[in-house]
T-cell receptor, first 118, second 108 residues
């Protein structure tokens, strides 16, 4: 149980393109979803937290106009990287919180999306 | 601010035991989790400590001392497939802050 699907797993596109990444909770309702970014050999950095039906909360230093987050339903959140540039190339990972999370595993992670901007 | 510090790299031999430490400074504490991440993959949940003491899950154990702001992950009977990055993370279902990560290399 508690499976999170992330799509696409890999994207290569030209500079200036906008890229949308989807994160779906397959077998549970995710009241909150999180988006992380991870550069090579570095840790996961929380970018933003989104609650279903409300605006996302962005971490300090993350441009909300650059990284658009939509959480329109209890099973889907999307991250759109607008006008992507090579410095946006990274591994983007989503996670989801269940409505009634267990004590042990606070969040469930997707498989990540590797974004490469040429 | 919040920070979780880990050694950057640890090397061990197959079959051995290795301990990965994590010291943290957080405003408010809700528990310490451990995740494994292979290159190119997503983090996989390993263990969680909300209270002081040792939690054992198969070959993996995790320890927490809240008074020392310190925890560790213990991996026993190391296997080659255990070569990966390991992250401690502080927080709960509302927010997780990840540590700097430890790259574990298991040698034959």
């Amino acid at each position: 149980g508690a499976v999170v699907s992330q799509h696409p797993s890999w994207v290569i596109c030209k500079s200036g393109t906008s890229v949308k990444i989807e994160c779906r909770s397959l077998d549970f309702q995710a009241t909150t979803m999180f988006w992380y970014r991870q550069f090579p050999k570095q840790s996961l950095m929380l970018m933003a937290t989104s609650n279903e039906g409300s605006k996302a909360t962005y971490e300090q230093g993350v441009e909300k106009d650059k990284f658009l987050i939509n959480h329109a339903s209890l099973t889907l959140s999307t991250l759109t990287v607008t006008s992507a540039h090579p410095e946006d190339s990274s591994f983007y990972i989503c996670s989801a919180r269940e409505r009634n999370p267990g004590e042990r595993q606070p969040q469930h992670f997707g498989d990540g999306t590797r974004l490469s901007i040429l | 601010g919040q920070s979780l510090e880990q050694p950057s790299e640890v090397t061990a031999v197959e079959g051995a035991i290795v301990q990965i430490n994590c010291t943290y400074q957080t405003s408010g504490f809700y528990g310490l989790s451990w995740y494994q991440q292979h290159d190119g993959g997503a983090p996989t949940f390993l263990s969680y400590n909300a209270l002081d003491g040792l939690e054992e899950t198969g070959r993996f154990s995790s320890f927490l001392s809240r008074s020392d702001s310190y925890g560790y992950l213990l991996l026993q009977e190391l296997q080659m497939k255990d070569s990966a990055s390991y992250f401690c993370a502080s927080g709960n279902s509302y927010k997780l802050i990840f540590g700097s990560g430890t790259r574990l290399l298991v040698r034959p």
